[in-house]
């Protein structure tokens, strides 16, 4: 079982930054596949963005990219969503998952889930 806690989430202006990381306990990261996924009040969790077991493969929604990057530390178990040039509409809360198949973008691939950092990005 994998236990993923994440932090770094506060309140920002547009146009300012956030690190988002996440923290894996249980089970070593090396094998499972990483993601970022956001809900707003009264929407569908959504697909921000994934990286491959390696780190080599990432891939991003179309909303953030050239934004967002997300990152991985295998030897500190540890994920990161590094968030520049915020936008209002950016404002959910933000979660962290984990895959044992392939890296995906829908949420119902994922298997361990953390409990979500809240991001406000004030206009």
């Known amino acids: 079982q994998v236990q993923l806690t994440e932090s770094g989430g506060g309140l920002v202006q547009a146009g300012g930054s956030l690190r988002l990381s996440c923290a894996a306990s249980?089970?070593?990261?090396?094998?499972?596949?990483m993601g970022w996924f956001r809900q707003a009040p009264g929407q569908e969790r959504e697909f921000v963005a994934a990286?491959?077991?390696?780190?080599?493969?990432?891939y991003y929604a179309d909303s953030v990219k050239g934004r967002f990057t997300i990152s991985r530390d295998n030897a500190k178990n540890m994920v990161h969503l590094q968030m520049d040039s915020l936008k209002p509409e950016d404002t959910a809360l933000y979660y962290c998952?984990?895959?044992?198949?392939?890296?995906?973008?829908?949420?119902?691939?994922?298997?361990?889930w953390g409990q979500g950092t809240q991001v406000t990005v004030s206009s």
């Open positions: 998952a984990g895959a044992n198949t392939a890296y995906d973008t829908s949420r119902y691939q994922y298997n361990y």
């Open positions: 249980g089970r070593t990261l090396i094998s499972i596949a």
């Open positions: 990286i491959s077991r390696s780190g080599g493969v990432t």
